[in-house]
Every structure is written in C-alpha cells, then in structure tokens.
C-alpha cells in the first residue's frame, strides 16, 4: 500500500524540484499523501531504505528549504483538510484544527464564511462549530505576504507579515501539533505539555524517553526566524515551530483564533527621503496610537510601483505617486472604536505634515475594498523584483534575487539604514528597499545584472549580517535559513551553537535524513 505512494520523478514533476528561491534540486521519486497514516507508511519506507527526505508544501519559501537535494519528495499539498475546532469556553477562544497542506488564503476564507467541510469531524467539533457560526467573526492573525503558503510551511518557518507587529508571528498562535518523526512514528504536542526544566529536556515518545538539552545560546530580542528555538524553561511545542522540517514532519496543527476587529484603516505617508521616513517610525512609534503595522518603501521601490502600473492591473485603480516624495511609510490600524482610530489618524497626519509630508498627497482606505488596494501596492513590489530577475536569469541562469531579511533592535534602525545605502552606494549595486519597518526589519533586494554582480551581493549580504548580529539582530526575522542562509546561521551562533543545534537533531532524527542541508551543513 506505502509502496503504491511512490513516484518516479518525471518531467511532469518539475515544478517539484523548485521553490520560490528559482534554485532547481533532483530527487529520485516522489508521494503525496492524503493522511497522517500514510505520511508514517512513507516514513518507514524511506528509513526502511535510508532515503533522504525532503518535505514540501506549498513552496512559496524563498530559502530554497523545499529544494531537494536528492532522495524522496515528502509533497504534503494534498493534505488540505481542516479536520475540525474546539472551543475553549472558559476563555471564549475558538480553535481550529487543520493538516499541513491547507493554504492561508483557504484557511481565511473557510473561517470567514464559517463553512467547512465536516466530513470526519468528531461530536465536539461540530458542537463547536454551532457556537462558532454564532460567535461573530474571527480570524488566524500571521500574514505572510505570500497568502498562497501553506499552513505546515507556516509552522515551519514561524511564519510573519507586515501585522506581526501587532499580533506576534505564527509561534503564538499554535496550541498543539503532532509530528511524524524520521522513522515514521508520531509525536503528539500540545502547549504546557511537557516543558523544558531549564535547558533540559524530556519526551515520552513510543515507549522511549527522548532526552536532550535545549541550545544553550541567547536568541535575540528581535522578531527572528533563525533556528531552532532556545529559552529556560520552554515550552517544547517551540522546539518544533521554526525548525524547517529538520525534526518532524508536521501532519495536524491546531491554531488559536480571535476576534476580527470591526475596523481596519490604512495610511500611505509619503515622505522627503528615507531617512525622514526614519525619523516618523519613531515618532509614530512615541504615540501612544497602536499601529497594526508600519511599512516601508524606498525612491526605488516607488519607482517601481510607478512603472509597474502599466503592467498590473491590480495597480490600475491606484492614484498617481507624488513624484515631488521619495519615501513612503505605510500605517494599518485595527480597532473596535471608530473615535479612537479617528484620533490615531489624526494624530499620524499631523506627525507625517510635521516631517515634511502633505495631506493633500496622503492615501487613505477605510473599506474593504480600498484597503485591498493599499495592500495591493505592498504586495506588488516583490512580484515586480522577481519579474525583473526571472527577466534577468535568461541571459544569465545562474543570477537569482538577493533579498535580506534582517531585523535589529529599536535603537539600532538608523544604523542599519546607514549600513545599507553606505554598502549599495559603494558597491554600485542596484536595488530596491521595502518592508517591515515597524519591527526593524526591511528588506533590502540586492538585483544583480550579471553573476559578478551577483557574487559581489552576497559578500556584502554577509558583510551585513555579521555587522547586524553585532547590533543584537537577526540573520532572518521571517524567511528562514533553509539551503541559503547556512553560512549566516553559522556567524550568528557560532560553531557550537550549530552543533548543539545538530545535537538535538539526532535525538529525532538519527540519521540526518529529513530535510538535509537546511540550517546546518550534512554531516
């Protein structure tokens, strides 16, 4: 029956040798399993015939995490069924329980319109679901920018988005999972149960006591999506949040919902320059106003958006961009009172007209309709990157996009800023940067026009994150590290934080079998 699940790996599967980092791996077959018991008949079949394992999901990563580098393809995409929800009614939340392979965007939408499928679904879930189609509107608050990722590579990668800066990233939102271990056998979790007792560790699993040591290193106090999670006394669900596939395969999570806030208003400021745009974070950041999110975009990025409209449609409807600005910070507030959102943008208008901003070229939204439109814009711009470097590859294959995904800490945002025009200008680098500068986190991609260019951009890509780790940041606030970011992984923990990583690798995972070449080096 297992057996039936494999593929040959044809031409027909192509696709399945990529993600959205345009690297290109081989294996030699591939499955798609429907169910948890035939994820662990896969498993076992693979340990069976010590075949490495690579898992896959929706494959938006941008690491290259989902690239296989040989072996079986584990594709988890056909495993798309929200299997049921629990209410807890002490705290009045609502949980909804789904398998790896269901997209966020299919998600928001069976929980918008309260309408699952309940085939299967247990008597406590469908009781749950009557208090649920009664209970108002909710919502999962992580908001990759790629609504198309799936909730297993969510999970994976800690996923976040432009609204972390209100709501938190994926981790908080995770209440229990269970994970296929690397010999097919199923470890259950759920919060609270059990914890780490300092930095030690202790499972019960199949019979056996898996025993390690959480790392011993510091994580940074910043929003981060590097490695395996490190605290005292955690909660050891985090162990596997965030650990790219490298110790478990994740067959079900169950999510915390919330409510949806009845209002969401959004506020595109354009700005003098970018280090104005600088200085309004921060003063936006003194008032005690709130924000769900603050964004950012560059001379660059505005460019782009303004010749990409001839190109998207969904940027048609957009008003012209002010070409006297060349900077634009991008506020989104949710609430439940109108009065107070109504003096949470009147005082953002006044800090933004203070800073050299105009009302009269300021875009708003307070409808659903024109906040997809703002949203739009946001989205638009790394879709216009990889436009131009897909583009780019044709004449040169082995160019990719060089995008970072660096945060630091508050008191460190002016000089990151420095670090990255003053590297760009001397390096005489094209580029564009955007994101999410609410958290100290913006994207800087690097678009090589040449693979000199391109090596030339790494080695300032690296020069940067040493420099950054030095400030108390990250090497990745929401991508991950996957194949691509090893070496900054490395600088940022040190030879002995890798290895304790590797450590607690094979307690789960013995022989280096599942996504090998994510995180750390094969052994």
């Given at each position: ?285 003194r008032e005690e106003i709130s924000p769900a999110a603050i964004e950012f975009f560059d001379r660059r990025a505005l460019d782009l958006l303004r010749e990409k409209r001839k190109v998207y449609a969904v940027l048609a409807d957009i008003p012209d961009i002010p070409a006297a600005f060349r900077s634009a910070v991008y506020v989104e507030f949710h609430g439940e009172d ?186």
């Amino acid at each position: 029956m297992t057996q039936a699940l494999f593929e040959p790996v044809r031409p027909a599967h192509e696709d399945f040798l990529r993600d959205e980092s345009r690297k290109t791996g081989q294996a030699d077959t591939i499955s798609f399993p429907r169910t948890e018991e035939e994820v662990r008949g896969v498993l076992a079949e693979c340990a069976a015939k010590s075949l490495n394992v690579t898992v896959q999901g929706g494959r938006t990563g941008i690491t290259a995490g989902a690239v296989p580098e040989g072996g079986h393809i584990l594709n988890l995409s056909r495993m798309s069924r929200v299997t049921g929800l629990r209410h807890d009614m002490a705290a009045h939340r609502f949980f909804v329980v789904a398998q790896p392979g269901v997209l966020l965007t299919d998600l928001r939408e069976r929980v918008a319109k309260k309408d699952f499928s309940t085939e299967g679904w247990s008597p406590e879930s469908l009781e749950a679901l009557t208090r649920f189609k009664l209970a108002g509107d909710w919502f999962f608050p992580p908001d990759p920018t790629e609504t198309t990722a799936s909730l297993g590579g969510m999970v994976s990668c800690n996923a976040s988005g432009a609204c972390t800066l209100l709501y938190g990233p994926t981790r908080k939102y995770v209440r229990a999972v269970r994970m296929a271990l690397a010999d097919g056998t199923v470890l259950a979790l759920r919060r609270g149960q059990p914890r780490a007792k300092g930095r030690r560790f202790l499972i019960a699993h199949d019979g056996r006591r898996i025993e390690g040591q959480v790392p011993s290193y510091s994580m940074p106090n910043v929003k981060s999506a590097a490695g395996y999670y490190a605290d005292d006394n955690m909660d050891l669900v985090d162990l596997f949040i965030g650990s790219e596939g490298t110790l478990g395969v994740l067959t079900e999570a169950e999510l915390m919902l919330i409510p949806q806030p009845e209002f969401r208003w959004g506020v595109m400021a354009f700005l003098p320059s970018d280090e104005i745009a600088v200085s309004f974070v921060h003063r936006v950041r003194r008032e005690e106003i709130s924000p769900a999110a603050i964004e950012f975009f560059d001379r660059r990025a505005l460019d782009l958006l303004r010749e990409k409209r001839k190109v998207y449609a969904v940027l048609a409807d957009i008003p012209d961009i002010p070409a006297a600005f060349r900077s634009a910070v991008y506020v989104e507030f949710h609430g439940e009172d109108e009065e107070a959102l109504v003096e949470a943008v009147s005082r953002l208008t006044e800090v933004m007209v203070e800073c050299g901003g105009a009302e009269d070229a300021t875009w708003t939204a307070m409808t659903d309709r024109e906040m997809d439109r703002l949203h739009a814009v946001r989205h638009a711009v790394p879709e216009a990157v990889n436009l131009l470097i897909d583009e780019r590859r044709k004449s040169d294959p082995g160019i990719t996009k060089l995008g970072t995904d660096m945060a630091v800490p508050d008191h460190a945002l002016e000089k990151v800023m420095r670090l990255y025009r003053d590297g760009l200008a001397a390096a005489g680098l094209e580029h564009v940067m955007f994101g999410h500068i609410g958290n100290n986190h913006v994207h800087v991609n690097i678009l090589p026009r040449s693979l000199a260019e391109y090596e030339q951009g790494r080695s300032l890509y690296l020069d940067w994150a040493r420099e950054i780790i030095r400030m108390g940041g990250t090497v990745s606030a929401e991508h991950g590290i996957g194949k691509l970011k090893v070496a900054f992984l490395r600088e940022m923990y040190g030879e002995a934080g890798i290895e304790q990583m590797r450590a607690v690798k094979r307690l789960f995972d013995p022989d280096f079998r599942l996504n090998r070449g994510n995180l750390f080096a094969q052994e």
